[in-house]
């Protein structure tokens, strides 16, 4: 038992002393995240700089039935295109009113974008040909090159639109580039050149998290090992035998806080490598959400013209993107205004266009019959947000939806949107125990807390600060355990 004891102290002291630092630069940097996150272009400020269509645009569009995919009718430089989407981040543009390829985006088109935008003079403009640092993600490549606008603000903003599309993909300020160097850089690995490599980084991060877990577990149980009985009257803290300052404070920091560090560390390592599937297995081959949420059939459209659209229209003003989208085997026409994430939707059958009424819980079933015929349901109307379906700042979260139950080997969960009818979010066993081991781990994503955001982040920010100890305490533990090693062996090399 006692070289058990041994082979745990002698563990953590190594691991412990290899990643001391990293831990040093997890904790600092999360207080940072705990308030501002990478650098992003605002979609909704995005969405509001885009020009309205008019009554004159809609009477000379055609029908894009070539196209496929995502499709959306937007104007750029004053006349309407389609956006045709494919992937996460690659697109073509074409001439709403011809249909031809629109062509590259001028230098001078890109300024004009991004002056308006930011609403300040440029500075400098180039044209790049890879990513920087502040596009860290291979899916942006597609979108190569890209003009990189320096404008000439007090907020010293940067914004990079892609030659391809014409549109804006990345937007920074000084404040947003010096929060994502101390908050997100650091703290997820995001350096360009390895970010780049998905899977490279991917098995590094997971590495160095292994590695945390290791340090943090063997922390957890030396420090146990190392208590020590605590006598009648002695002081609070007697239960620590160390009586050197940096002994003394990690070992109480790390019996405080040790649990946290350790769970901390975990969920980190399950954001990137997700639950095993063999942990948790997924038995549907093909997700229930995709099965449901069909892609777009622009075949069914050309039945309908642009003209029914505008004149079915019950709001003609201050539109600003028709999204086509093809839900329960029908097209659709989703009309957006000045709310990005909320559109009017708009049926195109065969006897023109009508304003869709939201789908009724006999239209759910219906379809639910048809992509599940084997599975019984339950289907219920939620008027509020539960565990699993919370406020987002990425998304949007409407209320009321409907909570469809399958009762299939992966217990599968859907909330669907009662005025679009797609699934706005989808759970299985292995995505539920991804939930609680990550987002509530890491991020105290619980729904109480969220309600209580204050509270949340004030928690966070204590036991950071204690997470913060004992990594500090930690390091300077391991500098004077290598120091200590390095003179050992410089004893024995003078006396071999």
């Known amino acids: ?26 904790f600092l940097s999360g207080f940072v995240l705990i308030y501002a996150g990478f650098p992003h272009a605002s979609r909704e400020e995005r969405f509001l700089h885009l020009s309205y269509l008019t009554k004159s645009d809609f009477d000379s569009i055609q029908v894009p039935e070539h196209l496929s995919g995502k499709v959306e009718l937007e104007k750029m430089n004053g006349q309407p295109v389609y956006r045709a989407y494919k992937g996460k981040k690659a697109q073509k543009v074409y001439k709403a009113v011809s249909l031809k390829a629109y062509g590259k985006t001028s230098q001078e088109e890109a300024v004009a974008l991004a002056e308006d935008f930011v609403e ?12 920087d640092q502040w596009m860290p993600w291979s899916y942006y490549k597609p979108l190569l090159p890209i003009y990189k606008c320096i404008m000439d603000d007090k907020e010293h903003t940067r914004i990079y639109i892609s030659e391809k599309s014409g549109s804006i993909v990345q937007e920074t300020t000084r404040a947003s580039r010096w ?59 007697g239960f620590t035998p160390y009586k050197k ?53 622009m075949s069914q459209f050309p039945k309908t013209s ?14 600003r993107k028709v999204a086509f989208k093809t839900v329960m085997n029908q097209p659709y026409f989703w009309v957006y205004r000045n709310n990005y994430e909320k559109a009017d939707v708009y049926a195109a059958g065969y006897s023109g266009v009508h304003r869709k009424a939201n789908y ?56 669907i949107d009662a005025k679009t009818g797609e699934v706005l979010k989808s759970y299985n066993n292995n995505d539920r125990w991804r939930r609680w081991s990550y987002r509530s781990l890491h991020a105290f994503d619980f729904p109480f807390l969220k309600k209580h955001d204050w509270l949340r982040k004030l928690i966070l920010i204590f036991l950071s600060i204690g997470g913060t100890a004992v990594s500090i305490s930690g390091f300077a533990l391991g500098i004077k355990w290598i120091k200590r090693k390095s003179k050992k062996k410089k004893s024995q090399r003078m006396y071999s």
Request: with cysteine; hydrophobic share 45%.
């Open 1 to 26: 038992m006692g070289s058990l004891k041994k082979l745990i102290i002698q563990i953590h002291n190594l691991s412990g002393t290899v990643l001391s630092l990293m831990f040093v630069v997890w």
């Open 120 to 131: 300040a003079n440029l500075a400098t403009v180039e044209k790049i040909e890879e990513l």
């Open 179 to 237: 929060a994502g160097r101390l908050g997100a850089i650091p703290h997820w690995i995001y350096f360009r050149s390895l970010r780049l490599q998905k899977d490279l980084w991917a098995k590094i991060v997971m590495s160095i998290a292994f590695i945390g877990v290791l340090v943090s577990l063997s922390g957890l149980l030396a420090g146990f090992i190392r208590l020590r009985k605590r006598k009648k009257k002695e002081k609070l803290l």
């Open 245 to 297: 300052f940096w002994h003394k404070w990690h070992h109480i920091t790390g019996f405080v806080f040790g649990l946290f560090v350790f769970t901390f560390i975990l969920s980190g390592l399950v954001s990137v490598s997700n639950i095993p599937k063999w942990m948790v297995p997924v038995h549907s081959k093909i997700s229930p959400k995709k099965a449901w949420n069909q892609s777009c059939d």
């Open 306 to 319: 642009f003209t029914d659209l505008w004149n079915a229209l019950e709001n003609k003003s201050e539109i």
């Open 360 to 415: 009724s819980k006999s239209e759910l079933e219906s379809w639910c019959k048809n992509i599940f015929p084997d599975l019984d349901y339950n289907l219920q109307e939620q008027k509020d947000f539960d565990a699993y379906y919370q406020p987002s700042g990425m998304s949007a979260r409407p209320l009321p939806v409907w909570q469809l139950n399958l009762e299939d080997e992966d217990n599968t969960r859907m909330y």
